[in-house]
């Protein structure tokens, strides 16, 4: 079946286990994430440091057979919305991330309810650009299946 991008952003992701989170200006929100049982479904929770909240629903539909290259849509919801959704059964996993932008570079660092700092690079359309020197990389786990969200939720 042919995937449509009409409404979806392309999400061309690399990810890295990392040994820490690097020093630079850092953002934080506290994100929960429910992975609706038997679907592509995602229902996003997003805490801001000043308390703004983010709550969507996102089909995330792979455009290859690496985690790494994915078709994401979007659609925000309202509190009335959000209730009415959650009650769907779902694994649910909740995570800090801390984006870190530092000489020019944004990157995501997750840190997992475990500890385990997993950095995000999205380089969208562009040429993946050279890791930053200043992200203290473990392993390089792009296309890892364990290490997507929807797997580390189980």
Known sequence: MAVSLKYAVVERERRFLV???PPGDVTRRQILDRYVIGTRL???EVRE???AVT???TQKIRLTNDPSEI???NMYLDDAEWRLLQAMPARVVAKTRHVVTRDGVTVAVDEWEDGTLLAEIDDGDATPAQVPEWLDVIEDVSSAEQWTGAALAR
Do not use: F, P, W
């Open 19 to 21: 040994r820490s989170i």
């Open 42 to 44: 995602r229902l996003r």
């Open 49 to 51: 440091e000043d308390g």
């Open 55 to 57: 709550r969507k629903l």
């Open 71 to 73: 078709a994401c849509t």
